[in-house]
């Protein structure tokens, strides 16, 4: 089998560990029945020693299938991955949906899309970027006892996103430390009202507003600070011709919105500008994950 699945950009401003969006940066993992266990990595960490020796996706998967098949049979396992590692595009969570979508194909078990969510939520806690890895679009959740909830949108042919991606790598946990341990009412209320609103947004393609939905309080701020140049790729994307620009889930990478007619000029000015950085115009999947 071979599975693929999408790059994610979560939060989109307010939206702090509820909403995201899948791109078109496809992790690819093909999975065979073998005599003995094999593992390739191609792209990004193949260099990468940890990614060999304690491989998430296979720990998920082998726990996975053996739960549901009950057997211990060995795999040769290839990857190819496109996603930047710990760059705030969903690396981790294209590795447990990934697995787990794996495992419930290997093992000959119906594959629904709601029971790989919920499954997913086993490992990673917040469903931002699961919950787009998994359905597509743009997606709204929440997490009821222990259940995903979740409403998707397809995104638009007509839009892009531009992504920026530094050298700089910086982990979730990383990120979160330097998060604000209280909060004023002020500024919780600011979020609620603007992530509700950039959801009303998506959902009635009212992109003229995204620039003023996608403001934050809450988070975005304090992890900028990790990587100042940031709040310059934001302003300067603004100014040329960006929807929206927010930092793309924890970071390091920031991820603009803009329509598809602008995406070029948008692309070309970044790249002129920051020429350090990575920069990349992305198509949106509407998808999630796919089994070939």
């Known amino acids: 089998m071979k599975i693929l699945i999408p790059a994610t950009s979560a939060n989109l401003g307010p939206g702090f560990d509820c909403l995201g969006l899948a791109l078109k940066l496809f992790n690819e993992v093909e999975i065979y029945k073998a005599n003995f266990f094999s593992l390739s990595i191609s792209g990004e960490g193949s260099d990468n020693f940890h990614l060999k020796k304690n491989n998430v996706f296979i720990q998920i998967f082998n726990e996975i299938y053996q739960k549901l098949s009950g057997k211990t049979n060995k795999f ?17 969570s294209a590795v447990i949906v990934g697995a787990i979508a794996s495992a419930y194909t290997m093992s000959g078990f119906k594959m629904e899309k709601e029971k790989i969510l919920n499954e997913a939520l086993k490992y990673e806690a917040h469903p931002d970027n699961i919950a787009p890895a998994t359905l597509g679009g743009f997606v709204c959740s929440i997490v009821e006892e222990d259940k995903v909830y979740s409403i998707k949108k397809n995104i638009d042919e007509n839009l892009r996103a531009i992504v920026v991606i530094p050298n700089v ?5 990383q990120s979160r430390q330097a998060l604000p341990t209280s909060l004023s009412l002020s500024d919780c209320v600011f979020n609620l009202a603007h992530s509700s609103f950039l959801t009303a947004c998506f959902l ?12 934050d309080k809450l988070h975005q701020f304090k992890r900028m600070k990790n990587l100042p140049e940031l709040f310059e790729v934001q302003k300067y994307a603004l100014e040329n011709k960006a929807l929206m620009s927010t930092l793309s889930g924890s970071g390091s990478s920031f991820f603009s919105l803009v329509y598809k007619d602008d995406a070029n000029f948008l692309l070309q000015k970044i790249k002129e500008k920051f020429k350090n950085f990575r920069v990349e115009c992305l198509e949106f999947d509407n998808k999630g994950f796919e089994i070939c």
């Open 204 to 215: 009635e393609r009212k992109y003229e507003f995204l620039a003023l939905a996608s403001k």
């Open 169 to 173: 790598s910086i982990s979730t946990e």
């Open 76 to 92: 040769r396992f290839v990857f190819k991955n496109n996603i930047p590692l710990s760059r705030g595009l969903g690396s981790s």
